[in-house]
């Protein structure tokens, strides 16, 4: 069965033959009030101009919360309600729970993205949300985006055995249907890892990556067929960070620090880059939006430094662009990282915005020069070193931001940054144990010329849910977002 008759076979089964009937173009505009879900772009600029975001999904885990059993429920998909204009605003309005306890939930993408803008059966409908410590990866069907239905989980045994692979993180649609999802670890969680390929139906479809590929480490992907490149980072084998972080582990060589560039055509790896020990842990890889463009940027988490890389005729180069000096705070064995655990690039290719999760703050540059990024804004929230102060006046009763700032989500328009504080199970238990009582979700207003301040009306507290406190991690958004739109 190709994709369009799964999809036709699914929205049959779950949806009335009225809203069913709608479906089918690139700019299928079904069961949503400002019809925008399901869509596909032609252009960053098309996205750029699409109505704001009223909802968002945002996965919650209780991996690791030993408070009152909580850790003994299963994780979940919330939806936040992000209008302003609604009376739920910044409140959780629907949640999908998973079948079983422990997956710890963590990146997610959809079944169809810009890359697959023009075919007919492109429907940006099915979100695919993996557990990075389970392997399971659901399936959950988001065409009325505040009445998610679960369809289908494949089990991580079924993957490992397969395709001896574990530990799911970033998902990507591809432009043929299928999906790819980046596997941090083999099936006894030890390194390489590879890629993951499911195919329209969500079925495994095996490896993208061939034998002997040369893979070291895994972690993130971003590929660019115009440029037949696609570009990936490194980690650790979930063996080394799954029970937390021990700096013996970096001295033994068991975290990775380089960049890798494939031939996209040919599925093989064409060029890898050390960025020694100035670039260690390299995480988020982020391409510009515009497709003519080689630039991007990679974030190297421990040693708090971003890369830029580009295209110099024929040969792929990166260079340090920033780096975040470490603090010495008391009780710490050496400086304090600032720890770049997240990034993005704006819709626009304009602004580069990253979290320094353990120093506390957030930043924002311009990016106009990619290799000479200006810092234009700047937010201190929570953090390890104290410098935040009070930023938030809060209500009686609302707990604090707990943390720092992790991952990030731009609207499409550039104007409004949402911040969750949750970076992994482990590691928030080790840095910083007050977020067993549940982690936060902020907004940040994000001023087109530049600059930054706190939208002191929209506060999500995760540690207020029903069933017990949760841990917010990504975010996503119906009609599509900054980090996983890819244009051809």
């Known amino acids: 069965m190709r994709r369009r008759e799964f999809l036709a ?3 049959a089964a779950t949806l009335t033959t009225s809203l069913a009937t709608r479906r089918g173009t690139a ?17 960053p600029a098309e996205a750029i101009a699409s109505p704001r975001e009223t909802e968002m999904f945002v996965t919650a885990l209780r991996v690791g919360i ?15 309600d992000v209008d302003p204009k609604s009376k739920t605003y910044s409140q959780v309005v629907d949640r999908v729970v998973m079948p079983t306890v422990g997956d710890e939930l963590h990146h997610f993408g959809w079944n169809a993205c810009s890359s697959c803008h023009g075919a007919k059966e492109a ?5 695919i949300v993996p557990g990075l410590k389970s392997g399971n990866i659901h399936v959950i069907d988001a065409q009325e985006p505040r009445k998610l239905k679960l369809i289908k989980t494949i089990k991580g045994a079924d993957v490992a055995a397969k395709t ?5 993180h970033t998902v990507h649609c591809l432009p043929n249907g299928q999906i790819m999802i980046s596997m941090l670890g083999d099936a006894k969680g030890d390194t390489p890892g590879g890629f993951l390929l499911l195919d329209e139906k969500f079925n495994i479809a095996g490896r993208w990556e061939p034998k002997d590929s040369g893979l070291e480490f895994n972690y993130d992907f971003w590929y660019q067929p115009r440029h037949n490149v696609m570009v990936s980072s490194e980690w650790g084998a979930p063996n080394t960070f799954g029970p937390g972080f021990d700096v013996k582990d970096v001295e033994a060589g068991k975290y990775g620090h380089s960049l890798l560039f494939w031939d996209w055509d040919k599925r093989k790896l064409a060029e890898k880059i050390d960025l020694g020990p100035t670039g260690m842990i390299p995480l988020e890889v982020r391409f510009h939006h515009n497709p003519d463009s080689t630039h991007g940027f990679v974030g190297a988490a421990l040693s708090s430094t971003m890369w830029h890389w580009h295209k110099d005729g024929d040969k792929w180069k990166v260079d340090k662009v920033i780096e975040v000096k470490g603090i010495e705070h008391e009780g710490w064995p050496f400086p304090v990282p600032g720890l770049i655990t997240d990034l993005l690039v704006s819709m626009d290719d304009k602004f580069l915005y990253f979290s320094n999760w353990l120093h506390g703050d957030l930043r924002q540059y311009d990016i106009s020069d990619p290799a000479k990024p200006t810092l234009t804004g700047q937010l201190w929230l929570g953090g390890v070193i104290g410098r935040s102060g009070k930023y938030r006046e809060g209500k009686e009763g609302e707990r604090p931001f707990i943390g720092g700032p992790q991952m990030l989500q731009l609207s499409l328009d550039g104007r409004r940054l949402y911040v969750t504080n949750s970076l992994y199970s482990s590691w928030d238990n080790q840095f910083y144990p007050d977020m067993k009582g549940g982690s936060s979700l902020l907004q940040i207003d994000c001023d087109p010329a530049g600059g930054m301040k706190l939208n002191e009306d929209f506060y999500v ?23 996983s739109d890819i244009w051809i």
Request: aromatic share 8%; proline share 7%.
């Open 123 to 127: 429907m940006r409908r099915f979100l």
């Open 164 to 168: 001896n692979l574990s530990a799911p």
């Open 461 to 483: 507290d995760f540690g207020k849910e029903p069933g017990g406190p949760a841990r917010a991690h990504e975010m996503r958004f119906p009609g599509g977002d900054c980090t």
């Open 66 to 80: 030993d408070q009152n059993g909580t850790g003994k429920q299963p994780d979940y998909l919330a939806v936040v």
């Open 27 to 43: 700019h299928a505009h079904a069961g949503h009030a400002d019809g925008e879900e399901c869509r596909t772009y032609a252009s």
């Open 9 to 11: 076979t699914a929205a």
